[in-house]
């Protein structure tokens, strides 16, 4: 499967490499007296031949604007010296990690035996209600994306025929979006035929139409 970055992290700061961590430290100040600090994978020549460019901490803070970067190696490391005996409270969304070698390394830094975390909460409900809130520039992207998949459902029912397959009507579909601006779908497309249409997840995609 391709990678999928958490939704939470594209708002907050638009990195989407996977085994990453995005840090935001704040204290008692407030505003503007914070700190986003992104751990990442580091440059790496042979994995970067197979699976692309990697952006490394040297150029990270340039590219999303966070105030530090470094490598994910130094995560637990990190979190041991600077946070774990010195009263913080914690906001970290334990319930939804799709990375257990990421969250134990976050665990074992924070809720050691000399730990003084005052408190651990989820922040995503309220990384929700400021996603809740549009910019311009995000209206716009919505508009756009809408406009673009309204095209694509058109050619695609302008160009489908009974002696088609559903993966066939699936890649018109795709090939639509994509050439229409899109990046990515935002679900696997439904494409079923005969009693099939009846099932609400149906993804398979891969029988004739009846």
């Known amino acids: 499967y391709k990678f999928h970055q958490n939704p939470n992290m594209i708002y907050l700061c638009g990195f989407l490499e996977p085994d990453s961590v995005l840090m935001l430290e704040s204290t008692s100040k407030g505003l503007p007296d914070h700190k986003a600090i992104l751990y990442l994978q580091p440059k790496d020549p042979f994995h970067e031949l197979w699976n692309g460019v990697r952006c490394g901490p040297e150029t990270a803070v340039e590219h999303f604007g966070v105030d530090e970067a470094y490598e994910i190696?130094?995560?637990?490391?990190d979190l041991q010296t600077k946070y774990a005996s010195t009263g913080y409270s914690v906001w970290y969304d334990s319930h939804d990690s799709v990375n257990d070698k990421i969250h134990s390394e976050i665990y074992d830094g924070l809720m050691t035996s000399k730990s003084d975390i005052v408190s651990v909460n989820s922040p995503t409900e309220h990384i929700q209600k400021l996603r809740i809130v549009k910019s311009a520039g995000e209206i716009e992207l919505l508009r756009k994306a809408g406009e673009?998949?309204?095209?694509?459902?058109?050619?695609?029912?302008?160009?489908?025929?009974?002696?088609?397959t559903e993966a066939?009507?699936?890649s018109l579909f795709e090939h639509s979006c994509k050439m229409g601006g899109a990046q990515w779908l935002s679900f696997p497309p439904v494409v079923a035929g005969g009693e099939r249409a009846l099932s609400?997840?149906?993804?398979?995609n891969n029988r004739s139409f009846e």
């Open 148 to 164: 673009i998949a309204s095209k694509s459902f058109q050619q695609t029912m302008k160009k489908t025929s009974l002696d088609m």
């Open 200 to 204: 609400l997840h149906y993804i398979k």
């Open 73 to 77: 190696s130094h995560l637990k490391h």
């Open 168 to 170: 066939q009507m699936e």
